[in-house]
């Protein structure tokens, strides 16, 4: 993808380099555009050593524009399949909001047809002014995307929000837009539930699984990736990622109910979720004394969310599960098929620990016509994204056969 790069003036230019450098490691084209402050603080010779492209704007040491024989700011906005601004300031946003076009930076702003996205970095007093806020909110009208700041020690040395967003989740925001949309599942709405849960015994203990929910999370950026709106109920401690509709959930009951309340307006359900199949009878308010000898824990099963959701969807609504089995594992997972109504499992094999952590991971799809093809070995991400191609083809080829 060809990315303009815009640097305004504030302390985080400086992780714009890093961005840069990122980027082109990804693969992309990026040419970077410095304001006149921006170019205070880091200089068009890292910049564009470190993307290989020309650097754009003030040249700052004779404080004067480059020669324009071109038409420049029209030739870069037509070149841009994105433009991203980082850090930005109140001012650049203020101006963008407002169609002010005085600067090479502005004037590429609004003339591009290119996707934008802002990641603001300022002090907080300026980043909760109702200014920048009213502004912030015009250009997410516009079709903007933002990639909000953190909450943290500002280099001003105030505490709050206002730090720039890390540069890892700036670059998957970015990413999203060099993905390729996939016909099924663009504008499609996807229920990913994920991680383990935790059901109390009392509040210190707790019964639970060796689960990190990363393969539920890969597979939320992955759809969302190709196109899908995402609801991703997730146990667990991950982070939520970028762009995506998350919700924290820690007991089965709490999954199943998140997922009630988006399934009816969902197109499909991805049920990557380990939950625990059994939680204690009682959970104790206080924190439970141990007793002599040994003792009796009594375990009632949890809801089976995916079951419940697959009995009550509709004739277009597609629902894919996962087994993680340690033996027989074909056998087992089309009896899941059957048993569940379910229209794919994947298959894990968690033998010796397989399939938990980060390590490269293979699935194997079982859909009502049999066994297909082993998707893997791949890392997390990568093997995600094979999986959402895999069920785009299958989805196109069902529409077809309709
Ligand atoms: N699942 C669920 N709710 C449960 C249990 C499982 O939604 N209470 C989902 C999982 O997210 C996964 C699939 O069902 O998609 C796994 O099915 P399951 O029969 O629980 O498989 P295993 O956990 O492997 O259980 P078993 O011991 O029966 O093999």
Redesign the pocket.
Known sequence: MQIILGITGGVAAYKSAELARLLVNQGHRVRCILTEAGARFITPLTLSSLTGEPCYGANPDQGEWRANPSIEHIELARWAELVAVVPATANILGKAANGLASDLLSTVLLATRAPVLWAPAMNTGMWEHPAVQANLARLRSFGHAVVEPGAGILACGEEGAGKLAEIAVIAEAIQIHAAPKLRSLAGRRVVI?SGPTREDLDPVRLLTNRSTGSMGVELARAFRDAGASVQLVLGGDLPAPWGIETIRVRS?EQ??AACQACWADADGLV???????QRPEQTAAEKAKKGEGSETLVLVR???????LAAARRPDQWV??????SEHHLE?AAA?LKK?GLDA?LVNDVQAGRAFGPQANTLTPITPQGAHHPLGPLPKDQLARAVVQWWDQRLEAMDSGR
């Open positions: 539930t089965a999954m199943l049920a990557a979720a380990a939950v625990a199949d949890t809801p089976d969310i995916l079951a419940t894919i599960g996962f087994a993680a089995e087992h899941k569940k499992v």
